[in-house]
C-alpha cells in the first residue's frame, strides 16, 4: 500500500471536516466540557464523570458527527471515478477510516487535555490516570465505527449509519452488563447452551462497560467491585478480566474494517 | 507483430441482480464480442438501458462480467495496474466540492500512483487546457456543471492515459467546452491514443469516431465505421443521415 495515497485520504478527510463544520463541532463539544467542568461542584467523582461523559456522550457525539464521510465516499456518483483508479478499494476505505480516526484522536486527546487543565484548576486536583480515558475512548470509537464503516459500504446511507451504530452500541452494553449479571446472579434458568452463547458473544463484541470500569478503577482509589456487591461476585469468580477483555475488544475493529473492505472490494457498482 | 488491442470483449454477457434477496435478474449485455483498437475513436451508441454504461463499467473493473473476458490494454481487467494508463470522465460526477480545482487534481493524481511532481507540473497545463486556470483557486462548490465537466476531463488527463473512457463528456456542457472535447479527443488520437466516447449527440460520433457498436437491449446491433453504417439498408446505397440508420437499427432490434 501507498503510504502517499493513505496520506492523501487522510488529510482529504480533514478537509472534509473543515468544509462540512464537523471539525468546529467538535471542537465546539470541547469547549462545552471545559464549561460544564467549571459549572459542576467538586467531587470525589468529578473525573470520573468527565471520563465516563466523554466515553459515552462524547464517543456517540462523535459517531453522528463522522457518520456522514464514508456513505458519501461510497455513493455510486461520488465513487465511480475513484475506484476506476489503480488504487485497490480496501486501500481507499482504510485511508478514509484512518482519516476519520485521525480527526476524532485529535479532539478525544483536546477534550481530555482541555477537561483535565478545567478540572484541575477547579478542584485543584491533577490525577494522571484521568488520561486512561483517551485510549479507553479511542479504541470504543475504533470498535463502533468500523461497524459503521460496515453498514455504510452495504447501505450506502447516513441515517442507516447512526441509527444502526447506536442500537449496535446498546446492544454491546447490554451484553456485557447482561453477561455479568448472568455469572454474578448465577441464573439457573440460562441453559448451557444460552450460556455458551452470552459468553461467546461477550467476547467477540466489544465491552463498552468493561471499558467504563476500567476507567473508573483507574481514577478511583476505590476499585467498583468494592463499591458494588453484585460486580463483586464476577470478580471474585474471576470472571472480569480487564486486560483481556480490552485487547479482545480490540480485535473487533479490525475484524469488521476488513469486512467492509471485502464487501466493497465485491460491491457491484 | 500487430498492437494489442486497447480494449477487448469477448462473449460479455452481464446480468444485474436485482430485489432484497436477488432473485430476479436483468441481463443488461448479452454475449456482446468487439475491440476497440489502438489509436482509435470507438463510439458506443444504442437507446437508453442498451447496455453501454455497463460496458464501461466492466471495462473499469467497476462490475464483474456474469459470462466472457474483458481485457483492459491487453491484460484481462481483474489487473488493476492499467487503470493507471485509463482516463474516465462520466456524466454527473460529484467531486469533492470542499477542494480546490488545484488539490482536486493533485489528489486524484495521487490515487493515480503519479508522482506528486509529475502532477504539480502537468496541473497548470491541464488546468489551461480546459479553460481553468484562472479558476485554479476555487472550491468546486463554486463551479458550474459544466466546469465540473471540464475537471472531470482534465483529472481524466493527468495520466496521460492511452486509453480515454467518456461517458457523455458534454453533459452540461456550452459551445467552447464541446469544442475542447472534440480536440481533446484529436489530440489523443494523433497520439496513437484510443478513445472510447459514449455519447448521444450524433454529430459529434459522426465527427470523430473511426468506428461505431450499436448496443441495442445488451446485445450488439452494429459494429463498423460511420460511413458503412449511413449506407446500410438504404437503396441504391444511398447516404442517410446517423439518426436515421440508427433508428432504423433500433425498429429492427425491437422485432
Redesign the interface.
Known amino acids: 500500500m501507498?503510504l502517499?495515497?493513505l496520506r492523501?485520504l487522510v488529510a482529504?478527510t480533514l478537509?472534509?471536516s473543515?468544509?462540512?463544520g464537523v471539525f468546529w463541532l467538535m471542537l465546539g463539544v470541547t469547549a462545552a466540557g471545559v464549561l460544564a467542568c467549571f459549572a459542576v461542584p467538586a467531587s470525589e467523582a468529578h473525573f470520573l464523570i468527565g471520563g465516563v461523559g466523554a466515553n459515552i456522550i462524547g464517543l456517540l457525539l462523535g459517531l453522528t458527527f463522522t457518520a456522514g464521510v464514508l456513505p458519501s465516499f461510497v455513493?455510486p456518483?461520488?465513487a465511480?471515478?475513484?475506484?476506476?483508479?489503480?488504487?485497490?478499494r480496501w486501500q481507499?476505505l482504510l485511508g478514509k477510516f484512518l482519516g476519520v480516526m485521525a480527526l476524532f484522536a485529535l479532539h478525544a486527546a483536546l477534550f481530555v487535555l482541555a477537561t483535565w487543565l478545567a478540572l484541575g484548576a477547579a478542584t485543584g486536583r491533577w490525577p494522571g490516570a484521568y488520561f486512561v480515558a483517551l485510549p479507553i475512548l479511542l479504541m470504543n470509537f475504533a470498535c463502533f465505527f468500523s461497524f459503521s464503516a460496515l453498514l455504510a459500504v452495504t447501505t450506502r446511507n447516513v441515517a442507516a449509519c447512526v441509527v444502526g451504530t447506536f442500537l449496535f452500541w446498546f446492544l454491546c452494553l447490554l451484553m456485557n452488563l447482561g453477561r455479568h449479571a448472568v455469572i454474578a446472579y448465577e441464573m439457573e434458568q440460562f441453559s448451557s447452551a444460552s450460556r455458551f452463547i452470552a459468553e461467546a458473544a461477550y467476547w467477540m463484541m466489544p465491552k463498552p462497560a468493561d471499558a467504563l470500569v476500567v476507567m473508573h478503577d483507574a481514577l478511583l482509589a476505590e476499585p467498583l467491585a468494592l463499591r458494588d456487591a453484585d460486580f463483586a461476585k464476577v470478580v471474585n469468580k474471576g470472571e472480569y478480566r480487564p486486560n483481556l477483555s480490552l485487547a479482545a475488544s480490540l480485535i473487533f475493529p479490525f475484524v469488521v474494517t476488513a469486512l467492509a473492505a471485502y464487501e466493497l472490494e465485491s460491491t457491484?457498482? | 507483430m500487430t498492437a494489442l488491442p486497447a480494449a477487448e470483449f469477448i462473449n460479455v454477457a452481464k446480468d444485474?441482480r436485482l430485489g432484497l434477496i436477488h432473485r430476479r435478474t436483468l441481463r443488461a449485455v448479452a454475449g456482446v464480442s468487439f475491440r476497440v483498437e489502438r489509436g482509435e475513436v470507438f463510439g458506443l451508441l444504442g437507446p437508453n438501458r442498451a447496455g453501454k454504461t455497463t460496458l464501461v463499467?466492466l471495462l473499469?473493473?467497476?462490475?464483474?462480467p456474469s459470462a466472457g473476458d474483458v481485457h483492459r490494454l491487453g491484460q484481462p481487467v481483474r489487473d488493476?495496474?492499467?487503470?493507471?494508463r485509463?482516463g474516465?470522465?462520466?456524466e454527473?460526477?460529484?467531486?469533492?466540492?470542499?477542494?480546490s480545482a488545484e488539490?482536486l487534481l493533485?489528489?486524484?493524481g495521487?490515487?493515480?500512483?503519479i508522482p506528486?511532481e509529475v502532477v504539480r507540473e502537468r496541473v497548470p497545463k491541464l488546468l489551461e487546457r480546459v479553460g481553468l486556470a484562472d479558476r485554479a483557486g476555487d472550491?468546486v462548490a463554486s463551479f458550474s456543471k459544466g466546469m465540473i465537466q471540464r475537471l472531470?476531463l482534465a483529472?481524466a488527463l493527468l495520466n496521460e492515459p492511452d486509453l480515454l473512457v467518456l461517458d457523455e463528456p458534454n453533459e452540461g456542457l456550452d459551445l467552447v467546452g464541446r469544442r475542447v472535447v472534440a480536440d481533446i479527443i484529436r489530440e489523443q488520437r494523433e497520439k496513437g491514443r484510443s478513445v472510447i466516447l459514449v455519447s448521444h449527440v450524433l454529430h459529434e460520433v459522426e465527427q470523430l469516431c473511426d468506428r461505431v457498436a450499436v448496443l441495442q437491449a445488451g446485445k450488439l446491433a452494429y459494429l463498423g465505421t460511420v460511413n458503412e453504417l449511413t449506407r446500410r439498408g438504404s437503396p441504391e446505397g444511398k447516404v442517410q443521415s446517423l439518426e436515421t440508420a440508427l433508428l432504423a437499427i433500433y425498429q429492427r432490434a425491437g422485432q
Do not use: M
Request: aromatic letters at 16%; glycine letters at 4%.
Open positions: 501507498s502517499a495515497v492523501w482529504d478537509r472534509q473543515l468544509w462540512s455513493d456518483n461520488a465511480l471515478i475513484l475506484l476506476a483508479k489503480p488504487v485497490r481507499l457491484e457498482y | 444485474y463499467k473499469l473493473s467497476l462490475c464483474r488493476r495496474s492499467t487503470l493507471g485509463v474516465y470522465v462520466h454527473n460526477h460529484a467531486f469533492p466540492r470542499y477542494l488539490s493533485a489528489y486524484y495521487a490515487l493515480t500512483l506528486y472550491v472531470g483529472q
